[in-house]
């Protein structure tokens, strides 16, 4: 924790809470990653029986944390430094994929080039910063989904203008899709449904239960009667 004075208001100290830096943020994202790629490399290794399994998966594992280490510091370091973005400022969905397209493609190109020279510098630049552009777009779009989906949740459309859904809503909503998404409307009524049978059952229940109750009393009766006979 930081004391800053503020300067707008003379005497007055602004309390500043500062978390982990841009490199432990990194290791972080790094064993992540690492984690993540060696339980991939230890599944691949097993189902082709790689001889020199253990030497695949270390070696998957370290490329992978250096990887991810290295793309999250740089890619704090564009946008601190080239977009002169803070912590607190809104980072617009363009400027994203630009951000982890540029990062994924330095990063790839540098760690090509340090394990297999020069000639794999290019390629190493070009295929990490098509995959950073491409998943940071990917990412982009599930967020739009999911924030329209609450949208569409929260708010009350009319009928002249419907909701547009996002595309996990049109996904679940295909007629292709084995599971579909149901409305407040729809789980409400299902869930009356699934009342009204429960309340059904625990009627033939009680009658059950009063059925064998009439039962046993006409056979205390009986026996009752049998023994005063006797």
């Not at 500043?16 to 691949?44: D, E, H, M, N």
């Not at 290295?70 to 430094?81: A, L, N």
């Not at 540029?102 to 297999?116: D, F, K, L, Y």
Request: glycine share 12%; proline share 3%; net charge positive.
């Amino acid at each position: 924790m930081v004391h800053n004075i503020d300067s707008s208001s003379p005497g007055s100290v602004k309390t500043v809470q500062r978390g982990p830096g841009t490199f432990l943020k990194g290791l972080y994202v790094g064993f992540a990653t690492a984690t993540c790629g060696g339980l991939i490399s230890a599944l691949v290794a097993t189902l082709r029986n790689n001889p020199r399994s253990r030497l695949y998966i270390v070696g998957t594992t370290l490329n992978c944390f250096i990887l991810g280490t290295g793309f999250y510091v740089t890619r704090d370091i564009f946008s601190k430094r080239g977009f002169k973005y803070s912590q607190d400022n809104e980072i617009t969905s363009r400027e994203r994929i630009i951000l982890s397209g540029a990062s994924a493609a330095v990063i790839g190109g540098t760690w090509g080039a340090v394990i297999g020279g020069r000639r794999n510098l290019i390629p190493g630049l070009i295929t990490f910063g098509i995959a950073g552009l491409g998943g940071q777009a990917a990412l982009n779009a599930f967020e739009a989904s999911t924030k329209q989906d609450k949208l569409n949740g929260n708010k009350e459309w009319s009928t002249e203008a419907p909701p547009k859904e996002g595309i996990v809503s049109r996904i679940l909503n295909s007629e292709n899709s084995p599971v579909r998404k149901l409305s407040g409307e729809e789980y409400v009524a299902k869930m009356r449904d699934k009342q009204l049978m429960v309340d059904a059952e625990i009627a033939l229940v009680d009658e059950e239960i009063v059925r064998l109750t009439k039962k046993l009393e006409e056979e205390n009766s009986r026996k009752g009667v049998e023994s005063d006979s006797t």
